[in-house]
């Protein structure tokens, strides 16, 4: 009995190597400094906390690791599971998802944010984007960090700030267009379901400032 109890863990300790080793193999990573603390206060990610996520290649493989996006590098960074230490992917990335976020920018708390689409103003088809509103059409938003630089009164030193910035997209018929989201300009890119749609606002009293809300609008619309 004592041997086969032994025989028993011997197994399972294999096999968590195993899957260890299976997990690790899912992706590499190369050393990434961030430069959050070259004078410049604030952070230069997406969220103070890193949370667990689910990360889509272009390969076509997907891998789960512990994520945040540096929105001044325009760059997804991973926590190794051998250390901790910080990471950026070796394989290009083509989207990743994160679960329970909290922004103050966003009222999401599941975010899918995903790249590949055409360029437009300063951003390249490598740019992530918050897919809010999924589907045919999409709405889409764009993180973007700047430093603000600002002088004390009667002081000459310089203090520097990121500070974010945001601004919606939506994504048709291979088209990026820059919008405010309010009804008009919803009901537009929607007009060949116009009345269902008014039906849908007037009945559901969308808030068009709410992520969640749009999000919702978004998934009905598409299921037309």
């Known amino acids: 009995m004592k041997k086969y109890m032994l025989y028993c863990v ?14 690790l193999s899912d992706y590499t990573g190369r050393p990434y400094y961030l ?7 604030g952070s230069a990610l997406l969220t103070d906390n890193w949370l667990n996520g689910t990360v889509y290649f272009v390969n076509g493989k997907t891998a789960n690791a512990i994520l945040n996006y540096n929105i001044y590098g325009d760059e997804l960074l991973f926590k190794s599971p051998r250390d ?3 990471q950026a992917f070796v394989d290009p990335v083509k989207g990743f998802s994160v679960k329970g976020i909290a922004l103050e920018e966003s009222d999401q708390t599941d975010m899918n944010f995903s790249s590949g689409f055409p360029a437009v103003d300063d951003q390249t088809p490598k740019t992530f984007y918050q897919v809010v509103g999924d589907g045919k059409v999409k709405l889409l938003r764009y993180y973007k960090k700047k430093v603000l630089e600002s ?3 009667a002081s000459q030193v310089t203090t520097k ?3 974010t910035a945001n601004s919606y997209y939506l994504f048709a018929n291979n088209q990026m267009t820059k919008i405010r989201p309010s009804q008009k300009t919803i009901l537009a890119a929607m007009s060949d379901k116009g009345d269902k749609m008014q039906e849908y ?11 969640a809300a749009l999000a919702k609008l978004f998934s009905y619309y598409n299921s037309l």
């Open 161 to 163: 700030t990121f500070m």
């Open 201 to 211: 606002i007037k009945t559901n009293k969308v808030n068009f400032k709410s992520d």
């Open 84 to 86: 901790s230490s910080v």
């Open 151 to 153: 002088t004390g009164f």
């Open 10 to 23: 011997f197994v399972l300790l294999l096999l968590c190597v195993k899957a260890k080793a299976q997990y």
């Open 35 to 41: 430069k959050t603390n070259d004078g410049i206060q």
